[in-house]
C-alpha cells in the first residue's frame, strides 16, 4: 500500500532562518507531489504541485520554493523565514489519472517567531 | 476562477443527532468533488468523492449526493458519534489531464458532544 511521510511536525524558527520540510511518498511511482498551506481559520492554498522530477508549478507568488530531486521526494525550502510563512503545511500525492483523490500528509506546524 | 462555498462552523451536535454540512461550488466544466475530513493534529483524509451528477459518494455513515442542477454537494449523516469531531473541506477538482488541482472550501468544523 502506499504511504506517505512528512516531516517534521513541529518546528519553531525565527524570522530570517532557512527552512526545509521534506515530504516522501512509497509504494507508488511517477506520483503526482503537492505542498499545501493552511493558515489559522483558514482553507487551504495550493503553493506547488510537481508532475515530475524536477518539475515544479508555483501557483503563488511568495518566499518559498519547491523542488523534486527524486521521483518520490518534494522539499519546500525558503531561503529567509517571514512571520507570515507561519502556518500549518500539507504535503499531498496523486495517482495520473483523472479524478484520483489526494492522500495527505500529517502536516508540519511552522511557527515563525 | 472555479470556487468552493461551505457553511461556516463551527457545527456543534448532540450524539446521534442529525447532521448537514452545506457545500456549493462555481466551475466552469464537470468537475470531481470531494469532501475531505481533518481530525485535531492531523492532515486531511478523504471521505467521499462523486465524479458526476447524480453520483452519490458515501463511507462510514456519511453521504453526499452530487446535484448540478443546484451546484451543491451537501455532506450528512444520520447519527453522529462523537469520534465524528473534526474539521470538513469540501473540494472540487477539473483535473482532465491526470493532474488534480483541488479547490477547497474553508472547512466547517463539527464538534459533537456527548
Known amino acids: 500500500s502506499q504511504t506517505i511521510h512528512q516531516w517534521p511536525a513541529t518546528l519553531v524558527q525565527p524570522v530570517g532562518s532557512p527552512l526545509s520540510l521534506e515530504c516522501t511518498v512509497e509504494?507508488?511511482?511517477?506520483?503526482?507531489l503537492y505542498w499545501y498551506r493552511q493558515a489559522a481559520g483558514r482553507g487551504l492554498q495550493l503553493l506547488f504541485y510537481?508532475?515530475?522530477?524536477?518539475?515544479i508549478s508555483s501557483e503563488v507568488p511568495q518566499n518559498l520554493s519547491a523542488s523534486r530531486p527524486q521521483d518520490r521526494q518534494f522539499i519546500l525550502s525558503s531561503k529567509k523565514l517571514l512571520l507570515s510563512d507561519s502556518g500549518f503545511y500539507l504535503c499531498?500525492?496523486?495517482?495520473?489519472?483523472?479524478?484520483?483523490?489526494?492522500?495527505f500528509g500529517n502536516g508540519t506546524r511552522l511557527t515563525v517567531t | 476562477g472555479d470556487s468552493v462555498t461551505q457553511m461556516e462552523g463551527p457545527v456543534t451536535l448532540s450524539e446521534e443527532a442529525f447532521l448537514t454540512i452545506n457545500c456549493t461550488y462555481t466551475a466552469t466544466g464537470y468537475p470531481s468533488l470531494f469532501w475531505y475530513v481533518q481530525y485535531p493534529g492531523e492532515g486531511l483524509q478523504l471521505l467521499l468523492k462523486a465524479t458526476k451528477a447524480d453520483d452519490k459518494g458515501s463511507n462510514k455513515g456519511f453521504e453526499a449526493t452530487y446535484r448540478k442542477e443546484t451546484t451543491s454537494f451537501h455532506l450528512e449523516k444520520g447519527s453522529v458519534q462523537v469520534s465524528d469531531s473534526a474539521v470538513y473541506f469540501c473540494?472540487?477538482?477539473?483535473?482532465?489531464?491526470?493532474?488534480?488541482?483541488?479547490?477547497f472550501g474553508t472547512g466547517t468544523r463539527l464538534l459533537v458532544s456527548p
Open positions: 509504494g507508488t511511482s511517477n506520483p503526482n
Open positions: 473540494a472540487l477538482s477539473e483535473g482532465q489531464t491526470g493532474f488534480q488541482k483541488l479547490v
Open positions: 510537481s508532475v515530475g522530477i524536477g518539475q
Open positions: 499531498a500525492w496523486s495517482a495520473g489519472q483523472p479524478n484520483s483523490p489526494l492522500h
